[in-house]
């Protein structure tokens, strides 16, 4: 296959980035008062300004003629009809199917997979509603009043994400917790707060052999056990989410009390599935509904709308056009506001993962760059902190500022103060400040002009930084859901550009693999050698190891 790079697509957005590279963001606005109103979209109820970024009409017209090159719609209907395009494993992607609120048919190897998912929503409502209404008692008939996900990776994010993100729309008493890292301080914080009796925990693995996770499962247990000597009432405190029955089984849980989902469900990709348990008991069903109508109305689009109006293909070409066209390496996602501060956690996760990648779907060494660095926090706190480097830093990184108009916890002004910042940081970063404004200013303020030609050239912004600004008017279920599905399907339309697999994670295999081979040398030497280091660091470990009680 043509490598990608020697494409004709791919060369025309080379030279455009070379010819274009005086372009100044501030330039474009003046000279076209139209375009907010050209390159912004609304969709399921989230405003997208793409304005803020360094592209004009033929930009986006030799993107467009790049994601046609790669045959983009042809591989997005692909994924939406259950084909095994998740080649390295040999697997559908069908996070879409979960969230089909349509109900319309989609098969894998000829099968509707619908009914499968609503009889697993159905289970999961019948359980919700009875842990709610007090009939789903602990060993002591006290009613649950703490949820214990137990997980890690795609396992934890997602759950732990949302239900931070619509803590106002917790059910009355229900608190939710996340267990996540092996690290022994995690699970021993989480469990000083329980009250076993009250406590359910649903232990959430796909596979149910992840390391981390069964290590803190048998821990909760043991605990539970110890204060309550209640071992037939086991099933009453943990409840599974897997796709490994036989596991599930041998770790004394019934499997009346677990919830499946299938190979079809990325782990990155399956909050949407059972493993969204955590959030429907915190949030309930209803909101939990909300939020899979609010990813279909994403998907809906994402499969209909023509690419010059299609939101995420729009977003996955602009991250493109900085990474592989004018060198930007990272890419920073600022929520503004607090509920949503675990957001680029998740999303370093799903897009890292997904096309943190090098080798294309031909088994070579792409010649180009993939997935760039996620990263970033809550605003205004990034402000006053590394803000700095995208006003004054020598590197390009392309951000999102994403905030809700209305707070559900109002104080005062403040959620003005919020929203002014926000939009203040996405001017500042687009129009800098000159060196003639930066003199006026100082001028004004009366500063002498041997202060002022010495100090200027510090007050200069070159701006033409890029953003993306989402803005919604209330953090609702149906919100979220459409926002997480516009990133999700970003990835994939980056993901098929650079001709990858976004569904497997080798890497993180890979580490899964190596920790297990290494941990019987923690506490006695098998006289196997890793490498010089390895050792080095395992003798260190050994010599100064108390045993663990
Ligand atoms: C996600 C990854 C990874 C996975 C965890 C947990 O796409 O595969 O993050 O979710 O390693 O795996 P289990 O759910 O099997 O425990």
């Known amino acids: ?96 199917a979960l969230r089909n609120r349509s109900n319309r048919p989609v098969r894998v190897d000829g099968e509707d997979v619908m009914p499968a998912v609503n009889a697993v929503l159905a289970r999961m409502r019948a359980f919700v509603a009875r842990v709610h209404a007090g009939e789903w008692l602990g060993c002591s008939g006290r009613r649950i009043t703490d949820v214990v996900n137990i997980g890690i990776g795609g396992s934890d994010l997602g759950p732990r994400m949302v239900c931070e993100a619509l803590a106002s729309w917790a059910h009355p008493g229900m608190r939710a917790h996340f267990i996540s890292n092996v690290a022994p301080s995690e699970i021993a914080a989480t469990l000083r707060e329980l009250d076993p009796e009250t406590t359910l925990f649903v232990v959430a693995s796909k596979t149910f052999t992840t390391q981390e996770t069964m290590a803190n499962a048998r821990a909760a247990r043991d605990w539970f056990l110890a204060h309550t000597g209640a071992q037939d009432a086991v099933q009453r405190h943990f409840v599974a989410v897997s796709t490994n029955a036989r596991a599930v089984r041998e770790f004394g849980i019934d499997t009346a009390n677990m919830f499946e989902f299938w190979d079809w469900v990325g782990g990155r990709y399956s909050l949407w599935s059972a493993i969204g348990l955590p959030i429907a008991l915190y949030v309930g069903m209803d909101n939990f509904e909300c939020l899979l109508s609010g990813a279909h109305a994403m998907d809906e689009h994402f499969r209909s709308a023509p690419m010059e109006r299609n939101a995420p293909i729009l977003l996955a070409l602009i991250g493109l056009w900085y990474v592989n066209f004018l060198g930007a390496e990272s890419h920073a996602v600022l929520p503004y506001g ?60 392309p951000v999102d500022f994403i905030a809700a108009v209305n707070t559900h916890t109002p104080v005062g002004q403040q959620q003005d103060m919020l929203l002014a910042n926000l939009l203040a940081q996405a001017r500042a970063l687009m129009t800098g400040r000159t060196r003639e404004e930066a003199e006026a200013e100082m001028r004004a303020a009366g500063v002498d002009e041997a202060q002022i030609a010495r100090l200027a050239p510090f007050r200069v912004f070159e701006g033409n930084h890029p953003s993306t600004s989402i803005l919604f008017a209330d953090l609702t279920p149906e919100v979220l859901g459409a926002l997480i599905a516009l990133y999700e399907h970003k990835i994939f339309v980056q993901g098929i550009i650079w001709g990858l697999d976004s569904f497997d994670q080798w890497g993180v295999e890979l580490g899964k693999q190596m920790a297990g081979e290494i941990l019987p040398d923690i506490a006695t030497p098998s006289g196997r050698a890793f490498d010089a280091s390895t050792d080095g660091l395992l003798d260190f470990i050994r010599s100064h190891r108390r045993s663990a009680s």
């Open 1 to 96: 296959m043509t490598r990608l790079e020697t494409t004709p697509a791919w060369r025309a957005l080379n030279d455009l980035a070379r010819d274009e590279s005086g372009l100044h963001m501030r330039a474009l606005f003046e000279a076209d008062p139209g375009r907010f109103v050209r390159y912004s979209l609304s969709v399921a109820d989230l405003l997208i300004d793409y304005s803020k970024h360094r592209i004009t009409d033929e930009t986006l017209a030799r993107l467009f003629a790049l994601a046609r090159a790669r045959e983009v719609e042809n591989w997005r209907e692909r994924m939406f009809t259950g084909e095994k395009i998740n080649f390295t494993e040999n697997r559908a992607v069908l996070h879409t």
């Open 338 to 397: 607090t509920r949503l501060r675990n957001l680029p956690s998740y999303l370093q996760q799903a897009d890292m993962e997904s096309n943190g990648k090098t080798v294309n779907r031909e088994g070579e060494r792409v010649g180009h760059h993939t997935g760039p660095v996620i990263w970033g926090g809550p605003g205004t706190n990034g402000q006053h902190a590394y803000y700095q480097l995208f006003h004054q830093g020598s590197r390009l990184i």
